[in-house]
């Protein structure tokens, strides 16, 4: 039988008044009591509305946080440097585009969805007798939640197209497979990237979800992964240290800091003069890595262990040196690697010398639990998302000098790719990839 | 097949849609479509039961080749009227049912139909033990036949078929899981997609007027998928399933997704719940 939503909202309060109904029984019964617990009961519920509260009560969230709303328009698209929300999810596609008419179509189109999402506002209703512009799952209002869609394009959209070719960034290749990695074909690469950012899992999958529906000519789903970071209690003074993958470390501790925005045109952004295609100023490269963690081993490696693999301290984030986890390790003091491991991760990953400057990245990683494998282990591991100017010098380069890493022995690379991240769209009427379309429609030079 | 235009007044009146309680004024219209599309079914059941009787024969004769020589060109009579066919979905699941159904996969002693002989004739190569599945899927498309004989056709049902065939294909037959032994998946691909047009073709002078952009954009998609289809095409049937590239995988797939989501309207656009 259907269930009928505007009745069920009765239930709670005709409830309630029958238990009135009974306490009043029970107080003429008591004499004296019927007035105390008439108050006791009146109290409590101003005091303590959780008491009355029934299982299926949504758990309520805050207007602060689903009108958080992150500008679309700007030189850059958003979600790089950009805070992370608490929830994270890429998805991979397969584009069907034929011509440069219909990529110039789909770039509209995207770019329309993701500004309604991302701005929010309230769908079309439409006649009762057609399907609903919009799933619903969020109601009758799309809050922007601090939702944020990021798009990049892989190889494969620029190699399998004649007119796309001559456009192709100049680092943006297919992911190769790395010594350590497994890579599982349907969870690798793909002609177009979404990533999706916002306070809640349900804004991420509305949009996804919306999109899907409105651009079902265009697009086709590869592969997806969705993660989130755990929301972390600020110190007594206000701080918030770093949140924890699902090794237990801080992950994000020596992170360059996206609000410096000349260290981010230098280490994320692509500029004039990098030999790029002119399009492409003002975008970036994405790296997106399906890492898996083989946590019930780590969980019995001992402690020490698991913090040399590192070259940090496990509770507190800092560097083997150092006492927190914004002191930087000092390397020079250390050529031997009898403090910080030669082989430790953040030594391996970022050496601090002059000529490894120009390696470093801004990682915008989430942690995801999928289920369980067929071995009856935990399918857990990190969603590793990388943004870089350079992919070569960046992401390439940094896993290069990893491989072989110890950490090795836990982890297990299965999916991603590499993906181009358009630049902005400038101001209203302004389009994701405008500049990529027109180049594409005016053709190669001759 | 030609649609049964001829005889959709009388038909209509034998099958008593006047008297039908949706069948108010708004409704009169889709009389004929109606009338054209239960023709279209008698047409594909009688087939049906036809093709399935000398396949079963073959199957209970130990007549591997001719069994796996027909069973494509069987199962597409039912996949064209999927939408009718699984208004019995006691039948559908022992006449269609795929091992995924049952937690006990292909030994599951539950698991029957089309697919089960599939797994006996290519899986293990031979008929043994395929006789009580033979028999039972002939006594089973008997049982549809009649039972679809004697069904008033719900417009609602008709009408939002062409969608339903749609989202069928989207969510378990692009993969290619629906024919897994015999890899056949491209002549169900092509059942499927002719009921779906069938239908819409049936109703269309209803909403061309209207909707041209829409009439348009569904004429549009299913020329690709047939243009797609035609590329497999072979003397007797289409191509197996490993034949089609991953381009034209993708290709079919966001068409199929277009046609589901724009013939999800269909419905609507006739005044129809
Ligand atoms: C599951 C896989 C991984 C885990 C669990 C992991 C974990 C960590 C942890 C705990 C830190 C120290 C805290 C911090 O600075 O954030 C760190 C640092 C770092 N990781 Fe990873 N990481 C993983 C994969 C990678 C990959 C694939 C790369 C790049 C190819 C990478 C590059 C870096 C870099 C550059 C640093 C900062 C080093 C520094 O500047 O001192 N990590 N990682
Ligand atoms: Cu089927």
């Not at chain 1, 509305?206 to 997806?224: F, G, Q, S, T």
């Not at chain 1, 890493?405 to 982890?411: G, K």
């Not at chain 2, 069938?198 to 047939?226: H, Q, R």
């Amino acid at each position: 039988m259907a269930h009928d939503p505007e009745a069920a909202t009765d239930k709670p309060s005709a409830l309630a008044a029958d238990r009135r109904k009974l306490l009043l029984g029970l107080g003429i019964a008591a004499g004296g009591a019927l007035v105390s617990s008439l108050v006791s009961e009146r109290s409590l519920a101003v005091e303590d509305k959780t008491a009355e509260r029934q299982v299926t009560d949504a758990p309520s969230s805050n207007r602060a946080d689903v009108e958080q709303r992150v500008p679309f328009y700007g030189v850059h698209q958003a979600g790089i440097v950009t805070p992370r929300p608490a929830n994270g999810m890429v998805v991979a596609f397969d584009v069907i585009a034929d011509t440069p008419a219909d990529f110039d179509k789909m770039l509209r189109k995207l770019t329309e969805r993701i500004v309604f999402l991302t701005q929010g506002g309230q769908p079309p209703s439409l006649d009762r007798k057609l399907p609903p512009a919009d799933s619903g799952i969020l109601g009758p209002e799309v809050f922007s939640d601090n939702l944020t869609i990021t798009v990049g394009l892989g190889d494969s959209i620029f190699e399998n197209r004649p007119w796309l070719k001559h456009l192709k960034p100049k680092c943006l290749q297919k992911m190769t497979q790395f010594t350590n990695d497994a890579l599982v074909a349907e969870l690798c690469h793909g002609d177009l990237s979404l990533q999706f950012c916002a306070n809640s899992a349900d804004t991420n999958i509305h949009a996804l979800r919306d999109i899907l529906k409105n651009l079902p000519e265009y697009l086709v789903p590869r592969w997806k992964q969705e993660g989130n970071v755990p929301t972390i209690l600020p110190d007594s003074d206000g701080h918030v240290q770093s949140a924890r993958n699902f090794l237990g470390f801080r992950d994000g501790s020596a992170n360059p800091h996206s609000s410096n925005e000349a260290l981010m045109d230098e280490i994320v952004w692509v500029g004039q003069g990098d030999g790029e295609p002119e399009w492409a100023i003002g975008g970036t490269y994405q790296a997106v890595r399906i890492i898996r963690n083989f946590v019930e081993r780590w969980d019995r490696t001992p402690l020490g262990e698991q913090e040399r693999i590192f070259g940090r301290r496990k509770m507190s984030g800092a560097p083997m040196d150092g006492k927190t986890e914004n002191d930087a390790p000092d390397y020079a003091k250390d050529p031997d690697g009898k403090v910080t491991r030669l082989d430790a991760h953040i030594r391996l990953a970022n050496p601090r010398t002059p000529e490894t400057q120009k390696n470093l990245i801004l990682r915008r990683p989430f942690n995801y639990s999928n289920g369980v494998t067929k071995n009856g282990q935990l399918d857990q591991g990190l969603l590793f998302i990388v943004y870089q100017a350079d992919l070569d010098r960046g992401f390439i380069a940094v896993q290069t000098r990893l491989s072989g890493e110890p950490l090795e022995e836990y982890i297990k690379p299965i999916g991603g790719g590499y993906f181009y991240v358009l630049p902005g769209a400038r101001e209203s009427g302004d389009y994701l990839g405008r500049k990529l379309a027109e180049a594409a429609a005016a053709g190669p030079p001759t | 097949m030609k649609p049964h235009f001829l005889a959709a007044t009388a038909l209509a009146a034998a099958l008593g849609y006047a008297g039908m309680a949706y069948a108010e004024d708004e409704d009169s219209k889709l009389v004929e479509p109606l009338a054209a599309y239960k023709s279209y079914v008698a047409d594909h059941t009688e087939k049906l039961l036809e093709n399935t009787t000398k396949f079963t024969a073959a199957v209970n004769a130990g007549d591997i080749a001719k069994a796996k020589a027909l069973f494509a060109p069987t199962r597409m009579d039912y996949e064209s009227i999927e939408p009718i066919a699984e208004l019995f979905s006691d039948l559908d699941h022992t006449i269609d049912s795929r091992a995924d159904d049952f937690e006990g996969k292909e030994k599951d002693p539950k698991f029957s139909g089309f697919h089960r002989i599939e797994y006996g004739l290519w899986t293990e190569n031979s008929t043994k033990g395929l006789e009580p599945y033979a028999t039972q899927l002939l006594a089973d498309v008997k049982d549809l036949n009649h039972r679809i004989e004697n069904l008033t056709f719900p417009p609602e049902t008709v009408v939002g078929g062409a969608a339903a065939l749609m989202e069928e294909v989207a969510a378990t037959k692009i993969s290619g899981e629906e024919d897994r032994y015999s890899h056949t998946d491209l002549w169900d691909f092509k059942a499927n997609f002719d009921g779906s047009k069938k239908i819409y073709d049936l109703v269309k002078p209803l909403i061309e007027k209207d909707n041209a952009d829409f009439v348009k954009k569904v004429d549009e998609n299913f020329k690709v998928v047939d243009d797609t289809l035609a590329k497999y095409k072979t003397a007797d049937g289409y191509e197996l399933y490993d034949k089609l590239s991953d381009e034209d995988r993708k290709v079919l797939a966001a068409k199929v997704n277009v046609l589901a989501t724009e013939l999800s309207t269909l419905r609507g656009k006739l005044g129809l719940n």
